[in-house]
T-cell receptor
Framework: AQKVTQAQTEISVVEKEDVTLDCVYE???????LFWYKQPPSGELVFLIR??????QNEISGRYSWNFQKSTSSFNFTITASQVVDSAVYFC?????????????FGGGTRVLVKP | AAGVIQSPRHLIKEKRETATLKCYPI?????VYWYQQGPGQDPQFLIS???????DKGSIPDRFSAQQFSDYHSELNMSSLELGDSALYFC???????????FGQGTRLTVV
């Protein structure tokens, strides 16, 4: 069975501080995808990034960066110079790759509160 | 670009009533997924369809049923509603085998 663990339930920072969100996953599959989603107070799920299990290259996109380490089954996410608009719940998710669709297993989410 | 459309966006029902949620996938997408997100919880996979056939099933209660129609839209039918069914219901769509599914904005169901 697949499992995603986000150990941090809530993180509170002051604007301009960096925030790192941890994600650890478990799977027996050799091929899988990892995702990060942002869920603002309005409720929609906003896609941030996708990584496949064969691509361990870290990525930076603006103020966001991701660190994928297969050896430790971790896929951490960092927001640099946080802003109030970054306040949201962030979900890490793991995709179960099957011939007819890829359902997601989500972690419990980390609530990020950025104070001005 | 067209996104996944869910209707209604908000729904209030009483206990023991029935609710139907609708999902219109992105054009040409053949796979639809349903997720349930309770208050303060993460989204939980309910069920998925590919080419109008159920392709996978998660923790969907027996009181719920779903189907995908010939135009690929999907409906989630929920009967004998309970207070615990109050949640945000997401639909997502994709092309089969694609790496990513795209989420709708969700339907917030409140059972009173």
């Amino acid at each position: 069975a697949q499992k995603v663990t986000q150990a941090q339930t809530e993180i509170s920072v002051v604007e301009k501080e960096d925030v790192t969100l941890d994600c650890v996953y478990e799977t027996r599959d050799t091929t899988y995808y990892l995702f990060w989603y942002k869920q603002p107070p309005s409720g929609e799920l906003v896609f941030l990034i996708r990584r496949n299990s064969f691509d361990e290259q870290n990525e930076i996109s603006g103020r966001y960066s991701w660190n994928f380490q297969k050896s430790t089954s971790s896929f951490n996410f960092t927001i640099t110079a946080s802003q109030v608009v970054d306040s949201a719940v962030y979900f890490c998710a793991l995709s179960d790759v099957k011939a007819a669709g890829n359902k997601l297993t989500f972690g419990g989410g980390t609530r990020v509160l950025v104070k001005p | 670009a067209a996104g996944v459309i869910q209707s209604p966006r908000h729904l209030i029902k009483e206990k023991r009533e029935t609710a139907t949620l609708k999902c219109y996938p992105i054009p040409r997408h053949d796979t639809v997924y349903w997720y349930q997100q309770g208050p303060g919880q993460d989204p939980q996979f309910l069920i998925s369809f590919y080419e109008k056939m159920q392709s996978d099933k998660g923790s969907i209660p027996d009181r719920f049923s779903a189907q995908q129609f010939s135009d690929y839209h999907s409906e989630l039918n929920m009967s004998s509603l309970e207070l615990g069914d109050s949640a945000l219901y997401f639909c997502a769509s994709s092309l089969v085998g694609a790496e990513e599914a795209f989420f709708g904005q969700g339907t917030r169901l409140t059972v009173v």
